[in-house]
């Protein structure tokens, strides 16, 4: 096995378009006193009727074409939060047809009508991710701004990911940072993970590893996956923070249980060296199964070494080729090496020398090996 890995991730991408809705604040009101009030047209006693039948609380049945009827009663009254819920409602097709353009309409109109910052955080998500609406990132960026301005975290965020990327507003480190700061300040910890990276790389703040080591720290301990897996790596490289194999195992464990391919590939690699916990080769052969399932491709290829080798699973050399070559296909020069000499030699798959030269070729694009292998041949 390779030793441990010290790359850091420092980035995400933009998170999935998701309508955030309006809570009801009045959970133990009865439902006969409600629907009462609702009936004589009070639009809080119809939001507040919605939310029951959309809950299925206070002994009602959940009902979300009844929640869908009440929420456009109070919303048609110029309720923001029902305008805000119902527009949630469009835009999961929850009680009604499925209709984005209807929920961007609600969002719209909640936004305009009570400058709900709700709503302004999903007119931008619905801007940036075109439902409903043309994409357009710099009025997606707007919405994020009132919204962030009006003090919603994930809007801070948001806009703090656009002005990191340059998408709808000019790229803007210090500014990104600045929202980032915001979001991260009421505990977003998507925020303090991007935060943490930008004092990780000094990007729009001074390079500071033990800053970033804390924001990972604050995010790790709302189980942010990516913070969780940074975390194991400082901890074992002292970075910010004192060296400590203990917490480092106990970062990437946390990391890997959240399916994390790079922690559980991380934690293979701990169990497999004997760093920070007893060696244990079948658990490392275990982890590094569920990051090569996943993808990673320093996962695949580890599993092919453990398959020639025996470490940890049976010795098994055709299985041995199938994860070579699912490493090599996305470039991996080792595994593009490996594979190369199992075709050459027949081993786990037919001999095949055209197959193994294109191999070698692709491999000796990066490893130097390689090169030296081909040079052998030439003279040969």
């Known amino acids: 096995m390779k030793s441990i890995g010290t790359s850091l991730i420092v980035a995400l991408s933009l998170m999935a378009a998701m309508p955030i809705r309006a809570g009801a604040q009045d959970p133990a009101s009865s439902f006969d006193a409600r629907a009462a009030q609702a009936v004589r047209d009070d639009p809080q006693a119809q939001f507040v009727l919605g939310s029951m039948y959309y809950k299925g609380s206070s002994g009602t049945r959940r009902d979300h074409a009844m929640a869908a009827y009440w929420y456009r009663k109070a919303a048609e009254q110029g309720h ?4 805000v819920n119902l527009g949630g409602l469009y835009f999961d097709g929850e009680g009604v047809a499925q209709d984005y353009a209807e929920a961007a309409r609600w969002f719209r109109k909640a936004a305009e009508d009570g400058a709900a910052a709700l709503a302004e955080l999903n007119l931008g998500v619905m801007y940036e991710h075109g439902r409903g609406v043309a994409p ?5 960026a707007r919405w994020y701004g009132r919204a962030a301005e009006h003090g919603d975290a994930q809007a801070q965020h948001r806009l703090g990911l656009m002005y990191f990327k340059g ?4 790229r803007d480190h ?3 940072a600045r929202w980032y ?3 991260a300040a009421q505990g977003n910890p998507s925020a303090q993970f991007h935060l943490g990276s930008m004092y990780l790389q000094g990007q729009g703040v001074p390079k500071e590893p033990s800053e970033a080591f804390r924001l990972f720290r604050g995010a790790g301990g709302l189980g ?3 913070a969780q897996y940074n975390l194991g790596l400082m901890y074992l490289n002292g ?9 480092s195992v106990r970062w990437f464990r946390a990391a890997a249980e959240q399916k994390s391919a790079l922690g559980q590939y991380n934690l293979a690699l701990m169990y497999a060296n004997g760093t920070g916990v007893a060696k244990n080769s079948e658990e490392a052969a275990r982890l590094t199964s569920l990051a090569a399932h996943q993808g990673l491709a320093m996962a695949q290829h580890n599993l092919g070494i453990a398959y020639i080798s025996g470490a940890g699973v049976e010795k098994d050399s055709a299985a041995a080729v199938h994860w070579f070559q699912k490493a090599a296909q996305q470039g991996h020069a080792r595994a593009q090496f490996n594979l190369a000499m199992m075709y050459a030699r027949g081993e786990g798959v037919a001999r095949n020398d055209a197959l193994a030269f294109e191999w070698m070729q692709k491999a000796a694009n990066q490893l130097p090996e390689a090169r030296q292998y081909l040079d052998r041949t030439r003279k040969e």
């Open 181 to 183: 700061r915001a979001a």
């Open 167 to 170: 998408e709808g507003v000019k």
């Open 224 to 226: 942010h996956e990516n």
């Open 136 to 140: 357009d990132p710099a009025e997606a």
């Open 239 to 247: 970075i910010g923070v004192q060296k400590d194999l203990d917490e």
């Open 174 to 176: 210090v500014q990104a």
């Open 80 to 83: 923001v939060k029902a305008q």
